[in-house]
């Protein structure tokens, strides 16, 4: 199997999977500098499954596309540090990062209709994949294993199934076999961007255990992004919930559902619904919208939105601050949302 070039300096064999630190990535458009990320601190260990989230624009997808590179290098200003797999992304060649997507790290994207190739087979677009990474390798025996991968993940007529093209699956098997597609080079990372967002209620749950059992099978790491903290609570150990292109809180999965430290995390398990909720209950929401990213406010992103915000709220973006082991929150009022009852989950 290929593996990332041995030039490429392993920083640490025995550290998380994954390291993001002080993770900053700006876009630039006509006019205007759109700050996607703002300083992003991140640890994802080996085996390990972390969900992001919030809402659109929040810089979910951005960070999972910002560890592959998969952003236009021109129009893209990214700084602070990536370790994967103890090895510096951001100081990777084109040669070294071909290598490291695949056998390091791959990606289930939120829409396979688009990611898959239309004018090739499933089965043909996976048969690729293997032999680019790995030299030697028959197109039958190829081929043999992307059957044993569309068996794993549990598609129908799976060998009639290889030779269809992708607008001859239905939604939910596209989605499996983009699974399929992402594992066929045994990674150790796997980035799932809302995977379950273009399915209906029975498929996604299904996608969902799918996932949490491939883990548990084959000892993966997942970075799983979602808007939806009830799909995160079926399959993350920790969460780490983004606003404004900042992580404003980060615990396990429990810590954040049993107790919520910042206003935001507070408010999005607020506003869905759940199964303790008396019939006739209105949804609470969140007011206002999530903020520019070209022109971010000095203080906290989420002040003008925030029933708890103070002046000093405004003045300068809040550090992160311990709330518990292994749990942090970015509030300068984590008294005030300790004192507030949270969700049910």
Do not use: W
């Not at 989605?175 to 594992?183: E, G, P, T, V």
């Not at 961007?193 to 949490?212: G, M, S």
């Amino acid at each position: 199997m290929s593996a990332v070039p041995n030039d490429v300096p392993a920083l640490t064999a025995d550290g998380p999977l994954v390291s993001l630190r002080d993770l900053n990535v700006a876009f630039h458009a006509p006019g205007k500098v759109i700050r996607a990320l703002n300083g992003v601190d991140l640890d994802v260990a080996r085996g390990q499954t972390v969900a992001l989230i919030g809402e659109s624009g929040s810089g979910k997808s951005v960070t999972l596309r910002t560890l592959m590179r998969l952003h236009p290098p021109r129009r893209t200003r990214v700084g602070g540090s990536i370790l994967l797999d103890g090895r510096d992304v951001l100081a990777m060649d084109a040669a070294q990062l071909a290598a490291c997507r695949g056998p390091v790290v791959s990606m289930v994207f939120q829409e396979p209709l688009l990611a898959l190739d239309p004018v090739y087979t499933v089965g043909a677009q996976m048969v690729e994949m293997m032999r680019r990474h790995e030299k030697g390798l028959s197109r039958e025996a190829a081929r043999a294993r992307a059957l044993a991968l569309f068996e794993r993940v549990r598609i129908p007529s799976p060998r009639r199934r290889l030779d269809a093209y992708p607008h001859e699956m239905s939604g939910g098997m596209r989605q499996r076999a983009m699974i399929a597609l992402a594992l066929s080079c045994n990674p150790k990372l796997l980035l799932a961007d809302e995977p379950t967002t273009a399915l209906d209620a029975t498929v996604q749950i299904q996608i969902l255990l799918l996932l949490r059992e491939l883990q548990q099978e084959l000892g993966l790491s997942i970075i799983f992004v979602t808007h939806d903290i009830g799909a995160a609570a079926e399959i993350a150990d920790r969460v780490a919930v983004m606003y404004g292109g900042r992580i404003v809180e980060q615990g396990s999965m429990a810590q954040l559902l049993r107790a919520p430290r910042h206003p935001y995390t507070l408010a999005l398990l607020r506003s869905r619904a759940h199964g303790a909720m008396a019939k006739g209950t209105r949804l609470q929401t969140i007011a206002g919208s999530p903020p520019d990213l070209a022109a971010l406010p000095p203080g906290c992103s989420f002040a003008d939105r925030c029933l708890l915000a103070l002046d000093a709220c405004r003045a300068a973006v809040p550090a992160m601050a311990p709330v518990g082991p292994g749990h942090a929150a970015r509030c300068i009022r984590l008294d005030q949302t300790h004192a507030q009852e949270p969700a049910s989950a």
